[in-house]
């Protein structure tokens, strides 16, 4: 009984989908209450979309470093222009063996770097990457990082969705304090 009672509520979702959307809340009433009809349907379109697609990388940059040095790291501005929280989850890049997403906190007067879980880009903010702030450390160099090349790094974000910036790379005098 209840499979075909489904099935025809299904073919009648189809059909008043297709003449009036609005219609279909009150036929699915039965089976699930949806006290917003407009919610799920509003709700599609900002699940569907890719943070990737809401965040723009400006001013993207890497510090150059001797050769020989083991560790780097690269800057940048995340512009959210989406309506919606983001987050970075972890990066990437393929001048180093490990990536991590660090912040520098001051510790009684010393600054401190530390690992950090994710860097959040609140909707219609923005975030700066800056030497003494929050980073993207490059551990275990895999080649030099001269200034007028880039690196590439690759910013996954918390729906998955990536996006892939060329750092410049440059020299960086370290911030006074
Ligand atoms: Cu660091």
Do not use: W
Request: hydrophobic letters at 40%; a negative charge.
């Amino acid at each position: 009984m209840k499979p075909v009672y489904r099935i025809a509520v299904l073919s009648a979702l189809i059909s008043l989908l297709v003449a009036c959307g609005e219609k279909t809340a009150e036929n699915k009433a039965p089976e699930a209450a949806s006290p917003t009809p407009t919610a799920s349907t509003e709700a599609k379109p900002a699940s569907a979309s890719k943070a990737a697609d809401g965040i723009t990388v400006e001013n993207p940059f890497a510090r150059a470093v001797p050769p020989g040095q083991p560790n780097s790291a690269s800057f940048m501005t995340l512009v959210n222009t989406s309506d919606v929280d983001h987050s970075v989850k972890s990066a990437a890049s393929p001048v180093a063996a490990t990536v991590e997403l660090h912040t520098h906190t001051n510790n009684n007067g010393v600054m401190e770097m530390r690992q950090v879980e994710q860097i959040d880009i609140p909707a219609k903010g923005r975030v700066e990457l800056k030497p003494g702030g929050l980073h993207i450390m490059l551990i275990g160099l895999k080649q030099d990082m001269k200034v007028g090349e880039n690196a590439p790094i690759t910013l996954t974000f918390e729906d998955g969705s990536t996006t892939m910036t060329n750092a410049p790379i440059q020299e960086i005098t370290p911030p006074a304090h």
